[in-house]
């Protein structure tokens, strides 16, 4: 069931990129003052990140919440897509690591929201109206409801998009970020025993280590949730079209789908952003950015800064078209230091 709606809300947010699925896995096995202490031999999770080990559930890999830039959705000022090593580097600072990883989830949850709000005009703006007065206003209420509530969405991503930028300190020059790098929705291993055998840990990273199982948790059953709503939707739809349901039966299952979407985005929002908490409280300062990324997701966009510009050739306008087109600068190139190596066993 879970996996029918994950196909759906792939399909429904990947076109230029995608925001959601990550994990963590530190890598540590040289040890050196100011870095952390883990079980050695073990730079790669299971998962593909340097921190944390993420086991994937044997039922498949676990729930994703699409996010993808520039389209009829996204309406506004020209955006294109940030990973989050860049949105790291960039900001000069990783002190502010966590207020940024922090905002670059909660923009990534922003996107994710305004897709499903689009979803959802389309999805109403196809129910037949029926003959009856009362059915037309209950359906032109609904409607009226899902248009406020993607023009909502929208705002919020605006305000959220300046805060990255804020954040980053980014030229008012550039496209506003939607994000690239998806967020974690594999379990996550935190190591708190290895990590705190000989230091103390705070109350609230004691904290965070007990909740993100439940917060894991919580993100399959959403998505359960919201694949049965999704289908709720389909029968109510197909009985009220041969007179066999009233309008409000479609509209109730309509409204029920826009929930359980919104509560599957808030869960990944959350555990993510509990699990950058955990990273920055565990990981070094003098760690570099990508390193640092990729104990909280298991592939980051690589990214570097050229010598005469940091705008990527995939930039695109809310229409979709290119900023930048190839052979100028600014492209993503990754790190030798990134190349993929094999799970350990």
Same mark, same amino acid.
């Given at each position: ?70 389209? +009829? ?29 922090? +905002? ?120 359960? +949730? ?67 990324? +990729? ?51």
């Amino acid at each position: 069931m879970a996996s029918v709606f994950l196909e759906h809300l792939v399909k429904l947010v990947r076109a230029a990129a995608v925001v959601l699925i990550a994990a963590m896995s530190l890598d540590a096995a040289a040890e050196s003052p100011g870095e952390i202490g883990l079980p050695p031999a073990d730079p790669i999770a299971a998962d593909g990140t340097r921190s944390v080990v993420v086991a994937t559930p044997p039922g498949g890999p676990p729930a994703e919440i699409p996010v993808r830039p520039a389209d +009829a959705s996204l309406a506004g000022p020209p955006t294109r897509p940030l990973g989050l090593v860049e949105a790291l580097f960039r900001s000069g600072d990783r002190s502010r690591r966590l207020w940024i990883t922090q +905002a670059y989830w909660k923009l990534a949850a922003k996107v994710a929201i305004v897709r499903c709000a689009g979803d959802a005009v389309e999805r109403i703006d196809l129910v037949a109206p029926g003959a009856e007065p009362h059915a037309r206003a209950v359906l032109d209420a609904a409607t009226a409801e899902a248009r406020a509530e993607l023009a909502e969405a929208r705002s919020e991503l605006a305000v959220a998009q300046q805060e990255l930028v804020d954040l980053i300190r980014l030229p008012i020059t550039e496209p506003l970020p939607i994000p690239l790098d998806p967020p974690l929705t594999a379990a996550y291993q935190t190591h708190f025993e290895s990590i705190f055998a000989n230091r103390p840990a705070t109350g609230r990273i004691r904290a965070i280590h007990r909740a993100l199982p439940g917060r894991h948790e919580a993100i399959g059953l959403w998505s359960t +949730a919201a694949t049965a709503a999704e289908q709720a939707f389909a029968g109510s739809e197909a009985e009220h079209a041969k007179g066999r349901l009233p309008i409000e039966s479609v509209i109730g299952s309509h409204a029920l789908l826009g929930v359980q979407q919104r509560g599957l985005i808030a869960a990944v929002k959350a555990y993510n952003c509990e699990i950058a908490e955990y990273v920055m409280s565990v990981a070094d300062l003098g760690l570099p950015d990508d390193q640092f990324a +990729a104990m909280l997701i298991p592939a980051p966009t690589p990214w570097s800064l050229q010598p005469t510009g940091v705008l990527p050739t995939n930039a695109t306008t809310v229409e979709g078209g290119p900023i930048s087109t190839p052979g100028q600068p600014g492209r993503f190139s990754p790190p030798p230091t990134l190349s993929p190596s094999p799970p350990p066993r």
